[in-house]
């Protein structure tokens, strides 16, 4: 089974500090993981994944193995970053299919 | 412009009735999916579908169907609405099953 877990459901920072957005996963092989984000009014979009290895909106995540982790991390939060953010395991099969974690809502003040 | 629509965005309905949710894509994509979010929760994937006449059951139980006549069209149907099924439910697609999936607005039913 597979399984994703964010332990925060919230995160105020403020303006210009640095964030970082844990997910850490259980899967025996070796899977893809995914942040999604959702900014108010909008709908859920991709952020980034691992096998990009991009920066997206200065957004970065390194997979982890050993800890089986794939933290969001931006070292200067801004006030647009402020939005819903899940991260998404799939596993190794072809018809694999996408699991959630319950997200984290993430709130940049001024 | 290729997207993924929804319809309704809203819907306020009494107990026993029946609805059906559309959703519609504009991508060119196969792979379609039902997901059904309660408010600060995470997605649970009730239905999803490889293509024209194929539909599976995700990963919660639910109580909706789904069917897949066309490629680009993929509602969900409750025969009869209870309050238990109030919730929002996000319809996306993908190119694969392993590819980024693209999300549809969303429709919020109330059940009363």
């Known amino acids: 089974a597979q399984r994703v877990t964010q332990p925060e459901k919230l995160l105020s920072v403020f303006k210009g500090a640095p964030v970082e957005l844990k997910c850490n996963y259980s899967?025996?092989?070796?899977?893809?993981l995914f942040w999604y984000v959702q900014y108010s009014r909008q709908r859920l979009q991709l952020l980034l994944r691992?096998?990009s290895r991009e920066s997206i909106k200065g957004f970065t995540a390194d997979l982890n193995k050993g800890e089986t982790s794939f933290h969001l991390k931006k070292p200067f939060a801004q006030e647009e970053d402020s939005a819903m953010y899940y991260c998404?395991?799939?596993?190794?099969?072809?018809?694999?299919?996408?699991?959630f974690g319950k997200g984290i809502t993430l709130s940049v003040r001024p | 412009e290729a997207d993924i629509y929804q319809t309704p965005r809203y819907l306020v309905i009494g107990t026993g009735k029946k609805i059906t949710l559309e959703c519609s894509q504009t991508?060119?994509?196969?792979?379609m999916y039902w997901y059904q979010q309660d408010p600060g929760m995470e997605l649970h994937l009730i239905h999803y579908?490889?293509?024209?006449?194929?539909?599976e059951k995700g990963d919660l139980s639910s109580e909706s169907t789904v069917s897949r006549i066309r490629t680009e069209h993929f509602p969900l149907t409750l025969e009869s609405a209870r309050p238990s099924h109030t919730s929002q439910y996000l319809c996306?697609?993908?190119?694969?099953?392993?590819?980024?999936?693209?999300f549809g607005p969303g429709t919020r039913l109330l059940v009363l």
């Open positions: 996306a697609s993908s190119r694969q099953m392993k590819e980024t999936q693209y």
């Open positions: 899967y025996s092989g070796s899977p893809e």
């Open positions: 691992h096998i």
């Open positions: 998404a395991l799939n596993g190794t099969g072809a018809n694999s299919k996408l699991t």
């Open positions: 991508m060119g994509h196969d792979k």
């Open positions: 579908s490889y293509g024209v006449n194929s539909t």
